[in-house]
């Protein structure tokens, strides 16, 4: 197999990989996954000081989003209220 075959086959190869793997998303689902991914960042970051008394490993889904919110701003200095604000928007 000559090296042109090679690459022309790893191309299509490739191509055909990235054409399925893409996916779109509306810009709502886009938004909440950003959202649960802000609210676990804020979690892991401000655990000590607004989560001590819950798992380290908890996982935070879409629907918890609103209670880390609830607990930065009600629990955590100034820049755990600025996390819990940006994860009301």
């Known amino acids: 197999m000559s090296m042109s075959k090679i690459s022309r086959y790893l191309a299509d190869i490739g191509a055909r990989g990235g054409r399925r793997s893409r996916r779109t998303l509306d810009a709502e689902t886009a938004r909440a996954m950003v959202r649960v991914r802000e609210a676990r960042r804020a979690y892991r970051k401000f655990r000590t000081l607004c989560f001590w008394s819950y ?32 994860l009301c928007r």
């Open 55 to 86: 798992r380290p490993d908890l996982v935070i889904g879409p629907d918890d989003v609103p209670w880390v919110a609830d607990q930065l701003m009600k629990h955590g200095n100034r820049e755990a209220w600025g996390a819990g604000v940006r």
